[in-house]
């Protein structure tokens, strides 16, 4: 599975959007783009995925680049709970492996 | 409700003094793992399992050891814990194509 690149941290104001970057310049065409995140010390959360398409759902946009070297996942509107360490991850549909790395520190600030 | 259950939450121990981790999903997911999370190294995969009876290796299975002869249980076992095994370690699950849900966390310190 590739790996991906994400800056260690970002900070956003409350009731902004967070556009948290990731890369994946090696991902091959049936790789997935997952995103999770980690609050404080809790078991990491499933945000959304995405292959091809920009996806939507309840909790956060994903926006692929066409040539699926980079994704953004988006939170509308960052409340002080969106705190968090959030992972972009690859996965092969039938992959075994998840690389998390080590993810963006994001902090939203009232 | 669909979880991923840990035991023990937290535990502190000697060195070599052998311990298991149990990891039990209720939703008939056929891929569980193991991961360990240090300060600055993120999570790191030791130890998948994609099926019953089918276990693998992941990036750092060294000094742990694994079984899966139900689908729902996933045990991690420290046959003789040492201090660099101090760690949060996470299990979870996923159906083989699907997204991973995460237990709560348990947090090892090896004395």
């Known amino acids: 599975d590739a790996k991906t690149t994400q800056p260690p941290s970002m900070d956003c104001a409350e009731g902004r959007a967070a556009n948290l970057p990731c890369n994946h310049s090696t991902i091959s065409g049936n790789e997935y783009v997952y995103w999770y995140r980690q609050i404080h010390s809790q078991g990491p959360q499933y945000i959304i995925h995405?292959?091809?398409n920009n996806e939507t759902n309840e909790m956060a946009s994903l926006i692929i680049t066409e040539d699926r070297k980079s994704s953004t996942l988006i939170l509308p509107h960052a409340t002080l709970r969106d705190t968090a360490v959030y992972y972009c991850i690859v996965r092969d549909i039938f992959g075994n492996q998840f690389y998390f790395g080590t993810g963006t520190s994001l902090t939203v600030i009232p | 409700e669909a979880q991923v259950t840990q035991n023990p939450r937290y535990l502190i121990t000697v060195t070599g003094k052998k311990l298991t981790v149990t990891c039990s999903q209720n939703m008939n997911h056929e891929y569980m793992s193991w991961y360990r999370q240090d300060p600055g190294l993120g999570l790191r995969q030791i130890y998948y399992?994609?099926?019953?009876?089918?276990?693998d290796k992941g990036d750092v299975p060294e000094g742990y050891k694994v079984s899966r002869k139900e689908k729902r249980n996933f045990p991690l076992i420290l046959e003789s814990p040492s201090p660099n095994q101090t760690s949060l370690y996470f299990c979870a699950s996923s159906y083989s194509t699907g997204e991973l849900f995460f237990g709560e966390g348990s947090r090892l310190t090896v004395l």
């Open positions: 399992s994609m099926n019953v009876e089918v276990t």
């Open positions: 995405g292959l091809k």
